[in-house]
């Protein structure tokens, strides 16, 4: 079972995309576990940019806060992430995964900015 987020694209800064987040299989239970929203942009390490606890509690970098907004849909055992007022600096890879995060991260979707 992996991880997979989809609805990454090309953009222009100040512009919304929103991101979702999937298993790939059945039996992983995205609704009773802590999630997080990661990337990874070219040279740099991978950030966290968003989590959600188990019951909705939100946290959010300083990066992030205010533009960014991770939500669940608990019916279709997913994840979201509302990304508005993009910035070029936003670009990079975005994964979902569990906090921690899995050893697999699975499959990203690439986010590009431009200014």
């Known amino acids: 079972v992996q991880l997979q987020a989809s609805g990454g694209g090309l953009v222009q800064a100040g512009e919304s995309l929103r991101l979702s987040c999937a298993a790939s299989?059945?039996?992983?239970?995205?609704?009773?576990?802590?999630m997080g929203w990661y990337r990874q942009a070219p040279g740099k390490q991978r950030e966290l940019v968003a989590t959600i606890t188990t019951a909705g509690g939100t946290y959010y970098p300083d990066s992030t806060k205010g533009r960014f907004t991770v939500s669940r849909d608990y019916a279709k055992n997913t994840i979201d992430l509302q990304m508005n007022n993009l910035k070029p600096e936003d670009t990079a890879v975005y994964y979902c995964?569990?906090?921690?995060?899995?050893?697999?991260w699975g499959q990203g979707t690439e986010v590009t900015v431009s200014s």
């Open positions: 299989g059945s039996g992983f239970d995205i609704n009773g576990r802590h």
């Open positions: 995964s569990t906090i921690p995060p899995l050893t697999d």
